[in-house]
């Protein structure tokens, strides 16, 4: 299913008189305050957040799935539900592969597909949390880390196969995580766990293209509850540290346990050069892969406003990190919370472009606490949802994704086309 541009005009024919209106007072608004709404616009239009293969059907949870229909059964499929998205946000211009679970069959037609609907591929995702149907040796107590070198071999030749197969579709990154790790106290030798991961590791770094780089995610516990290898950002940095200039760490917003201060986090591993990219979703427990800005949106914008100094910042050696979503459906329908996610984080994005970081600075050097405060929080509350909006519609996307995308039936023509009881591929 593809969507006609004319279709998405015509819906926003009807929303625009309003949307003139909220647009002007905004655009008025930001002008006063020193801010070009042009540049603003520009900067939001370039931001594109990459849309993982595996979160266009039901993620469900272990007590129960509950798919809604219409999901996508092939990786053309997955593109098709991506390019939906990109044709209604103008804002996932790219699609993240997680192999095996999409082995792609034919790449030049693969590429071909990908390239119709005007998406890139962004860092391919390997899978050694799981065993697979055809694999000789169990993941069960661990792949990079684990006790038999014929395992570790296994799980590393299978991250150089996933860089082979990105490699012929364009992509420019690995991210590894591992579920290696352990639930009861004895179980692993901790400092042979930590040598075997980063012995794996090096191996793999090894095999990396010249212009490609190594992500290296961390998790501080499940599916291992006594610990995980990988389980905080030191470790993560301590490993990529140690594996090269191309290898940097990547933060899961909910790979942390309650109330990190996932902000400093950023700004320290922006301050070493070694932020590679982040996973958005939202939590109130753990890894719960909620809706992006759903639950906690004020600390969202407190990342992206380290983010932006860190990206704004001429002096700073750290590499423009890669975006994507990494959420879990199984209430919603996965493509209406995807847009969501995507314009919660522009919004978090444009956000912290509005903040004003002389006066913030000024107010920090003073030891100011309550201006520091008042000039974020003013920041926070400005609603620039017009402003978003706006970079939508100059980019002949939807003025409201979410409302567009009901209004055209998107998901009942999906369910027409697949079937009412498909399931997506992979998970």
């Not at 949307?19 to 006063?32: D, I, V």
């Not at 006790?147 to 490699?167: C, F, M, P």
């Not at 914008?301 to 990190?321: A, H, R, T, Y």
């Not at 023509?413 to 992979?426: N, V, W």
Request: glycine content about 6%; some cysteine; proline content about 5%.
């Amino acid at each position: 299913m593809r969507i006609d541009k004319n279709q998405i005009n015509t819906l926003n024919n009807r929303a625009l008189p309003d949307h003139r209106e909220s647009f002007e007072y905004l655009s008025n608004k930001l002008t006063t305050k020193g801010l070009d709404p042009d540049q603003l616009i520009e900067k939001i239009q370039n931001f594109q957040i990459a849309i993982p293969s595996w979160a266009l059907g039901t993620g469900g949870t272990r007590f129960g799935r509950f798919p809604g229909g219409g999901e996508p059964r092939s990786l053309e499929e997955k593109i098709d539900d991506v390019g939906l998205i990109h044709a209604l946000n103008a804002g996932s211009g790219a699609i993240s592969l997680h192999i095996p679970w999409d082995i792609p069959g034919d790449i030049e037609a693969v590429k071909s597909h990908a390239a119709s609907h005007n998406l890139l591929f962004d860092a391919v995702n390997s899978n050694t949390f799981q065993d697979q149907p055809d694999q000789e040796l169990s993941y069960k107590f661990g792949s990079l880390c684990h006790t038999d070198a014929k395992v570790r071999q296994q799980a590393v030749d299978h991250n150089l196969e996933v860089i082979k197969y990105g490699d012929q579709l364009g992509s420019k990154a690995l991210t590894v995580w591992l579920a290696d790790g352990s639930s009861f106290p004895g179980q692993m030798n901790f400092r042979k766990a930590l040598q075997n991961t980063m012995d794996s590791l090096k191996a793999i770094y090894q095999g990396l293209p010249s212009d490609w780089k190594m992500f290296v995610e961390y998790k501080p516990y499940e599916p291992n509850f006594y610990h995980t290898v990988i389980q905080d950002w030191g470790t993560s940095h301590l490993l990529a540290s140690q594996l090269g200039d191309r290898a940097f760490t990547l933060v899961d917003l909910g790979h942390h346990l309650p109330n990190t201060n996932i902000e400093q986090i950023v700004a320290t591993l922006m301050m070493q050069g070694k932020l590679g990219g982040f996973h958005f979703n939202d939590s109130k427990f753990g890894d719960d892969d909620l809706t992006a800005g759903a639950m906690k949106p004020y600390q969202l914008f407190l990342i992206f406003n380290e983010l932006v100094e860190g990206m704004e910042d001429k002096e700073s050696k750290n590499p423009p990190p890669a975006w994507m979503i990494d959420a879990s459906h199984n209430l919603k329908d996965p493509m209406e919370d995807l847009l969501q996610s995507v314009e919660a984080i522009q919004m978090a994005y444009a956000q912290a472009l509005c903040v004003d970081r002389v006066a913030l600075e000024n107010a920090r050097e003073a030891n100011d606490a309550v201006l520091a405060q008042e000039i974020l929080q003013n920041a926070f509350r400005t609603d620039l949802r017009p402003l978003i909006a706006e970079a939508r519609l100059q980019a002949n996307a939807a003025l409201s994704p979410v409302e567009v995308f009901r209004d055209l039936a998107v998901r009942k023509q999906l369910i027409q086309e697949r079937g009412a009881k498909t399931l997506a591929t992979g998970l």
